[in-house]
């Protein structure tokens, strides 16, 4: 995948690097997930479906992703590998209420 980017990004102002060791990834879904109306205060502002933004996720820096990449609407947080199990073990606490 990384030679297939690298070669189309040529001839444009773009660089493709490597860093799949500076992230973790943590995918989000919840069964019966629905899109959030504008009273709901859970969803972060502005993050409509394909956006990202900067976010602090339980104390920790993350970018918030919206893309569905799994055919799901959800949320995927990049986060340094060494904030992951703190995310994960955090994200599953709040959950755990929901079942």
């Known amino acids: 995948m990384l030679d297939e980017l690298a070669a189309r990004a040529a001839g444009f102002d ?8 500076a992230y973790a990834l943590i ?13 709901d205060r859970g969803r972060p502002a502005g993050l409509k479906y394909y956006t990202c933004l900067h976010a602090t ?3 920790r820096p993350a970018l918030l992703a919206r893309t569905g990449y799994t055919g799901e609407d959800g949320f995927e947080l990049f986060v340094a590998p060494g904030d992951a199990e703190h995310l994960w073990t955090a994200l599953s606490e709040a959950g ?3 079942g």
């Open 57 to 59: 996720v339980a104390g």
């Open 96 to 98: 755990s209420a929901p």
């Open 27 to 39: 995918a989000v879904q919840a069964r019966g997930h629905r899109d959030p109306g504008p009273a």
């Open 14 to 21: 773009a660089v493709v690097r490597d860093d799949r060791d």
